[in-house]
């Protein structure tokens, strides 16, 4: 594995988890006791580690659909899931994609919203998962410290904007990563 993939691979993983920004942004009040703080970024991370593997187990069992084309369907993969976080980041931009939870109940679902880019991927992970088996580690990680990093964030318009170019650099990221991986052999 050369430098240029593995930058290439922590870059993907950061992509692919993005969409926890939105949705942790703002859920954790100040009055809430250090285990409830804790306890919402691990959610988030272990949910985008289940879709993980759970795409990845759909994945395995139509793999063999894909054999002749896996290359394009990687790419076409990545491309969807970069519509919609591209999609994603108009709507946090007019303020539709930020999250107030009440309920642990909620709180699970926020969390497989979160998650399902990563679902979606990780149906092609089969053809192309960064870091091999390590794959389902690095996306719980990443999805752990994205919600660690934005969990006690306020809504503010300013932050909305940054959580909007979150978003949208990500899928500008994940279309380049797409190119890159159909068009050249760096990954």
Not at 97 to 103: H, P
Request: hydrophobic fraction near 60%.
């Amino acid at each position: 594995m050369t430098t240029a993939s593995i930058i290439i691979g922590i870059l993907f993983i950061l992509c692919l988890t993005s969409s926890v920004v939105s949705r942790s942004v703002g859920l954790v009040n100040s009055d809430d006791k250090p285990s409830q703080k804790i306890w919402i970024p691990v959610t988030f991370g272990l949910s985008q580690g289940v879709m993980a593997l759970w795409g990845s187990g759909l994945g395995r069992l139509i793999a063999h659909l894909f054999t002749y084309i896996a290359d394009y369907m990687v790419f076409a993969m990545m491309l969807v899931v970069a519509v919609k976080m591209f999609v994603d980041s108009m709507r946090v931009l007019k303020g539709k994609m930020m999250y107030t939870v009440s309920k642990e109940s909620e709180m699970f679902l926020l969390t497989i919203l979160a998650a399902f880019n990563t679902f979606l991927y990780s149906i092609v992970s089969v053809f192309y998962a960064p870091f091999g088996k390590w794959f389902f580690v690095a996306v719980t990680v990443a999805g752990f410290l994205w919600a660690l990093f934005t969990v006690r964030v306020d809504f503010t318009p300013g932050i909305i904007k940054k959580v909007s170019f979150v978003e949208f650099s990500a899928s500008v990221f994940m279309v380049v990563i797409a190119i890159l991986y159909l068009f050249t052999d760096l990954i």
